[in-house]
């Protein structure tokens, strides 16, 4: 099945440097209008402030970005008449936040998954598959990876186009 | 490729969390007759009870559940005939089982490979694919993972039909 | 979409024991002439060295094995004119001993994609994807599937068929 640039809500899944963002970015930039980037990233340490900048240098002008660490749902539901499309990367550092935060996950991604159907934009989601590795060795890291998999189980029931990414090739999947 | 309800021989691999249980208990209820239901799974934590607890409470009265940690290859060998569907959830904890207790698992996967071509019930078979992480830093986590690649593909090669979770999603390999 | 045994220039991705090193055997051993095996792996370790020992014995003698840990884009530049077939395996020990050796990946990556778009004869590169875990707990491993995914998506980049490999068996992404 081929890549539909023009899908109302498209999940883009993958692992680490697969190439989600990249196509995400590329599937919304033939939208006309402004583009809108919700960053979950918090910049908290060297690492990740090096990802981001790395992340926002490609983008380049069109975008205007807003950072939603927690509270997605919301910056969504507030996001003014009129956006070409919407950039959410990534829903992993979300989840990653939300934990930290104590939220209650199932609570939260019925939140996203609402917020998303009221969308008038067309929406590009970016989230890590994380559970085709070997059992991790801590609760935590079980804990995660089965909060990410019912995540993105309910993401993909509410978009319309799902693609897996490997090696920045995309095989969809919905 | 679409999703095959009348396979003889089902294998679904996915990560965890990734709708392989589920889709597998779809396929199962679509068929006449007492359905099986072979756990390999043994409460041992308040984790794992917690687990089977939830995948019992969806499954419902249709189904008769046997307890096979290790013994997977003689359950499904003295099954009545009559059988409507079994479902054997999983093959990843079995071979959990099978290495703590020392077996030898290229005999064990020969013996159920055996056993399933006997079967004259269809069969759904679930199982992690568990090698596409990193390394695992210890020799107990690469042994698991290369037993667990190698018994995928030998129930492969028996399965008619071998579908990829993400998601929730099926993707057909075979 | 089918497997292509006529591809010149063929990526065969997947995770621990999918069966990607067979099947890139399998169809390099269909072409004519002299067939190089050109292996990244040192044998520093029993469990590496009895690795190697399975997989030679697999191949048989038609293969003309070369060891090239590091120097992988000179090997391929130095083989003589009528080979029939390569076969690297595989790119990710490669990267580790890159890593290892303190080498500039994106350089290296780069030398080796001109070095593949040089080569005459048929090429087909094993390569892990080991992306889809949870985040590993420690830099080293973070940089490295960061890299190894960098790497794959620039070898993607130059092949003309790129297969994703689960259980034995192969999903064509290009």
Known sequence: MPVRPDA??????G???SGKSRLAEELAARRTGRLVYIATAEAWDDEMRDRIAEHRARRGDRWHSI???VA???TLNAL???TGAVLVDCL????SNLMHAGRDIEAEAAGLAAALQAQIAPVLLVSNEVGLGIVPDNALG???RDHQGRLNQAMAAVADHVIFMA???PLVMK
Chains 1, 2, 3 share one sequence.
Do not use: M, S
């Open 167 to 169: 090696a920045g090739l």
């Open 80 to 82: 003014p008449a009129g």
């Open 15 to 17: 692992g680490a440097r």
């Open 142 to 144: 079980r804990a995660f």
């Open 92 to 95: 992993t550092l979300w989840l």
């Open 8 to 13: 109302r809500i498209t999940l883009l899944l």
């Open 67 to 69: 950072e939603a660490p």
């Open 72 to 74: 997605l749902a919301e």
